[in-house]
């Protein structure tokens, strides 16, 4: 998929999932999905993107595997540098603090990964950069 449709989706994505708190737009491929707001590394400006997760007791998995893409997708480098986010699961929006999985705790979780999501496999195979697993953690008191 071009990367301008991609972006058309995703903010056709965005605006149901935020007109219905989360009843549309919840569910694709058979996998839960959010809303994860980042700031900009340049623009210091707030970027949204839909994004499938996983869950694990208080923190919530993302993947930026941006399709297989040569690069890190943009949200991905947005929090590398500034991880406060913003989370929206369904009609609850929460903040939280986003780090890159460790490789150790990356090699357990990329068969959860593949097992939730088969087309991460195809992903990581067009890929010559390791696909980050990231953590979306309650912020620390």
């Known amino acids: 998929m071009r990367d301008i449709t991609a972006r058309r989706l995703s903010r056709l994505h965005i605006a149901l999932y935020r007109a219905s708190r ?11 999905m959010l809303l994860l707001t980042t700031t900009g590394s340049r623009t210091g400006r707030r970027h949204t993107v839909p994004l499938l997760y996983l869950h694990d007791d208080e923190k919530l998995v993302v993947i930026a595997s941006w399709g297989g893409r040569p690069r890190h997708p943009q949200w991905y480098t947005n929090l590398v540098a500034n991880p406060q986010v913003t ?15 460790s490789p150790d705790e990356r090699a357990v979780w990329w068969p959860r990964v593949l097992a939730a999501y088969k087309g991460y496999r195809l992903y990581e195979s067009n890929t010559d950069r390791v696909i980050p697993v990231v953590f979306l953690e309650p912020p620390s008191p």
């Open 22 to 32: 989360g009843l549309l737009g919840r569910r694709l491929v058979r996998n839960d």
């Open 87 to 101: 989370v929206q699961v369904r009609s609850s929006r929460w903040r939280a603090r986003a780090r890159t999985a």
